[in-house]
């Protein structure tokens, strides 16, 4: 008995047509960002912020340990999305594809101006230092980065659901 004959009879992950596709694996990807930033900004800030976060004196702490695990995390949805769209442009060659790299490209962009720009600022303007006066006023620029940061959500959500309509509507032929 030759141990080649193992096991063959088996269907291989590489024999068979469910095997995953970047197309399949761009789209899930796409839509966990997306369906988790909704998350956050719909249900899980407004909720803290109901509840008296903004006044609390740790705040600027909880926030920039929140939004550092979750922009660590978009960090590899952009790196994975931007991987995937090269891979597609790269095997199927397509014009509108450049058009995918370009806006995956975009995305990872935002990444990490939300990692490495806004959410440290952010945290450093509501991070309260004097234990001897109380925090009475917001700062007047944390309102403009929460006005940026809610934009660039906005771009976010429509670049990536550019994306998905981009990688639904390109054939799936060759992609494995």
């Not at 960090?75 to 790269?90: D, K, R, Y």
């Not at 309260?128 to 959500?153: Q, R, V």
């Amino acid at each position: 008995m030759s141990f080649n004959h193992i096991g063959s009879s088996a269907p291989s992950l590489y024999d068979s047509p469910q095997r995953l596709t970047w197309q399949t694996i761009l789209s899930v990807i796409l839509l966990v960002w997306l369906s988790s930033s909704l998350l956050l900004d719909a249900l899980i800030m407004p909720t803290l912020y109901a509840a008296g976060m903004m006044t609390s004196p740790g705040f600027a702490t909880a926030g920039y340990s929140l939004f550092w695990l979750f922009n660590r995390l978009e960090l590899v949805c952009g790196a994975v999305v931007l991987t995937g769209a090269l891979a597609m442009g790269q095997q199927l060659a397509l014009p509108k594809l450049r058009w995918g790299i370009a806006l995956a490209t975009g995305l990872l962009a935002i990444a990490l101006f939300y990692t490495y720009g806004l959410t440290p600022t952010m945290s450093a303007l509501g991070l309260h230092l004097n234990l001897f006066e109380s925090l009475e006023i917001f700062p007047t620029a944390m309102n403009t980065l929460h006005g940026e940061y809610f934009g660039l959500e906005l771009v976010k959500l429509a670049i990536a659901g550019t994306l998905l309509w981009l990688y639904s509507s390109t054939p799936q032929k060759g992609l494995n």
